[in-house]
């Protein structure tokens, strides 16, 4: 199934009580072992680029790793990631902030900017993790919007060092409703399996230095994973002819097919590019399923979870 349906969205959004919970949305995540302070204006150029996009009026809520619950957006939030990357700034353990457009504060929501990084000072028990940007929009903006979608990710990738990534459809869940959102999730990627689960605080220490969420519409691999797969003509040699390679200063992206397919394996729909993909980048997903903490599924949840990763494999076929 090609992303161009317009009751999809709706119908990929799951509710308690009327409150979204997990909602279907274009999202780009990318994941960095740099500290966020060495690339400031890469990470304000991205936050530059998505407010040219969405409104300030439309975030709403924000939180920081001091705080344990949301608050409103006001003009003063909108500077903290100018004030804390700016040259000369004092030195922080963390650089962290999530901004959604939810209307209520503990919502779901398809408008999201967040960035999370470790700086030198951050506590040792959590070093080795990686760093992450990331940020989501609207499903629907897949229709006609899909050029630009495409190359604002190009551009985050290329603006600094990652070690992998991905861009395409995908679920944001919500952390106040974390076991009824996997819940809910998890089935629909093993149906519809385009789309892949954001939850950056989990993948951030799967990732580490050298591991890939998943293969989305758009993979990213960073200059030592696309080393390791042989760089370009190495992996020319293993992907799909349909499966394009574009080379970035900073690492590879591998596009699956001229628009993200959402593949509804209930159809009996194979997402052929994306297991091309799959298959070149298999290492890398098998050493972040061995790190990454079981989602909470209940009954055989740990492998539920890496048959979640592994969905491109088509081992259930």
């Not at 398809?110 to 080795?128: H, K, R, T």
């Not at 990710?153 to 679920?171: D, R």
Request: negative net charge; aromatic residues 10%; contains cysteine.
């Amino acid at each position: 199934m090609q992303a161009t349906s317009e009751g999809l969205g709706p119908q990929l959004t799951f509710t308690i009580r009327d409150t979204p919970v997990v909602m279907p949305c274009f999202g780009i995540a990318l994941y960095t072992g740099e500290m966020l302070s060495k690339h400031g204006d890469a990470v304000l150029k991205a936050f530059e680029r998505f407010g040219q996009w969405v409104p300030a009026s439309e975030l709403r809520w924000y939180i920081t790793e001091t705080m344990n619950k949301r608050k409103q957006v006001t003009a003063k939030t909108l500077n903290l990631l100018p004030t804390w990357l700016r040259p000369g700034a004092p030195r922080r353990e963390y650089i962290a902030l999530d901004l959604n457009g939810g209307k209520e504060w503990w919502e779901s929501s398809d408008i999201n900017f967040s960035v999370f990084g470790q700086e030198e000072d951050a506590p040792a028990l959590s070093l080795g993790d990686a760093n992450w940007v990331r940020m989501s929009f609207p499903l629907g903006w897949m229709l006609d919007r899909l050029p630009e979608l495409e190359a604002q990710a190009l551009e985050l990738f290329a603006s600094m060092p990652f070690v992998s990534g991905s861009a395409g459809p995908m679920f944001e869940l919500c952390p106040s409703y974390r076991m009824e959102s996997q819940r809910f999730a998890w089935p629909t990627v093993m149906r519809y399996r385009g789309f892949d689960i954001c939850d950056p605080e989990a993948d951030c220490g799967g990732v580490r230095s050298d591991g890939l969420r998943s293969v989305g519409w758009l993979t990213f691999l960073g200059t030592r994973l696309a080393d390791e797969f042989g760089g370009a003509a190495g992996l020319r040699l293993r992907l799909a002819k349909t499966v394009e390679i574009q080379e970035l200063a900073t690492g590879l992206c591998l596009k699956a097919g001229s628009r993200p397919a959402l593949g509804d394996w209930g159809t009996g729909e194979r997402l052929t590019d994306y297991e091309s993909v799959f298959r070149a980048c298999e290492p890398a997903i098998e050493r972040m399923a061995q790190r990454y903490s079981p989602m909470d599924l209940g009954q055989d949840e740990k492998e539920k979870t890496r048959r979640l990763m592994r969905r491109y494999a088509y081992e259930d076929a």
